[in-house]
């Protein structure tokens, strides 16, 4: 079973549907114990760094959520890849997850933000299990983003600056754009992730 972390303020119902075409039993919750027993933990995410940690720890979740990207396959999208970080400054300098050391920062672009459209990806390295979809366009929606070390970014974008699109640590995967917005390519984004991993 895949559990996708409901703290109200997740697309869950998108990122479930997704999930749940590739064949997958989904359950939304925030309940603990159905947390530990699934197989996958998915961190899906709409609003900003703050708000979105004050209700983690609101639900008591914040060292569940570390203990769990410890012991299985743990994906964040969107602001939930944010929170991945140790810390964000999206409505006040606030404490992330602390899962993958770097920044949540304000995209420093000429561009207009927030970044909303479509953007290739580039994916480089021969062990990057994701290096098939350099080229493919994917759907993104942010004004912030990743500040972090090389080793921990397996796929970038360009919008005015390099933006860490795809990344991870171990088990831990972070996707900054919208795959269950992004069509055929965003599904198969998410196969490699549960086959990665399975």
């Known amino acids: 079973m895949i559990a996708i972390v409901d703290y109200g303020m997740g697309n869950v119902a998108s990122v479930s549907t997704a999930f749940r075409k590739l064949g997958y039993e989904v359950e939304i919750t925030d309940n603990k114990e159905r947390l530990q027993k699934a197989s996958h933990i998915i961190l899906p995410g709409v609003g900003s760094f703050q708000a979105a940690m004050e209700e983690i720890e609101a639900r008591g979740l914040k060292t569940l959520l570390r203990e769990l990207a410890e012991q299985k396959p743990f994906l964040g999208i969107c602001l939930g890849m944010q929170l991945l970080f140790t810390e964000g400054f999206e409505g006040g300098r606030t ?87 992004s069509g055929e390519i965003g599904v198969d984004i998410l196969k490699t992730f549960l086959q990665e991993e399975a």
């Not at 459209?117 to 979809?133: D, K, Q, T, V, Y």
């Not at 350099?134 to 090389?150: C, E, N, R, W």
């Open 95 to 181: 404490e992330g997850l602390c899962i993958i050391p770097g920044t949540i920062e304000k995209m420093e672009t000429e561009l207009l933000l927030p970044h909303i459209g479509w953007n290739a990806l580039l994916a480089e390295g021969e062990r990057n299990p994701f290096s098939p979809f350099t080229g493919k366009h994917v759907y993104f929606v942010h004004s912030f983003a990743a500040k972090t070390d090389q080793a921990y970014v397996a796929a970038t974008a360009e919008y005015g600056l390099t933006v860490p699109a795809i990344v991870r640590k171990g088990n831990v995967y972070g996707i900054q754009f919208h795959p269950e917005k």
